[in-house]
């Protein structure tokens, strides 16, 4: 006698997803009024793509082929459907667009001011509850990730660390890839394709963790 399979758990489902703002200083940001959950990314990881995916919205935040192209923070409004054992509960929250980093052809002015915009950020924002940490599966972490990742740590905020591009990879090295960026950063990673969804509901559902959105 065959073990039935176990039934696959509802996705989290986007309902509504709206731009919000757009700010190149910290004092242009509107206040918090909902939890907050940051991307960030060295310039050419394809961290829009990923929070497209995510959302399931292909153009809400714009992607480009020059890497670089989030040049402030960027807010978005989601209204949430999540699956729980009974009813799905509805929920808002705010993703944060960072500005990306690490990329060498943007001018040093324009990079040294980038700096203080992301710290900034990082240390002040209220409503600010975890910060995805976005690194290329098949470079593993470089070092302005683990800086990221360690200044992070410094100033009690949570890293959700994600391995992105698996697609890019053959199916027998995706696991390795995510299991090596998992030892070098020493933090749980979720491999994550922004081509085809995969890792999309495990890393939602840690997002909604440490934002405490959706709870019953």
Sequence with gaps: MTTPPKPTKPSIEVLEAEF?????????????????????????????????????????VRTSSTPGATRGINLFRLRLRVPTEGEPVLGEMDLVDLPGYGYAKR????????????????RSRAGLRAVVVIVDARRGPEEDDAELIEFLEHIGRTPIVVATKLD?????????????????????????????????????????????????
């Design 20 to 60: 919000i703002a757009a700010a190149n200083a910290l004092d242009q940001i509107p206040a918090p009024v909902l939890a907050e959950v940051a991307f960030a990314g060295r310039s050419n990881v394809g961290k829009s793509s990923l929070i497209n995916a995510l959302t399931n919205r292909k153009k809400l």
């Design 107 to 122: 001018s040093k002015t324009e990079r040294r001011s980038w700096g203080p915009l992301i710290e900034g950020f990082l």
């Design 168 to 216: 890019k990879l053959p199916k027998n090295q995706q696991k390795l890839a995510v299991e090596e960026v998992a030892r070098v950063t020493g933090r749980r990673v979720f491999g994550f394709s922004a081509e085809t969804g995969q890792g999309r509901d495990p890393l939602w559902r840690a997002i909604l963790k440490y934002s405490h959105v959706g709870a019953e």
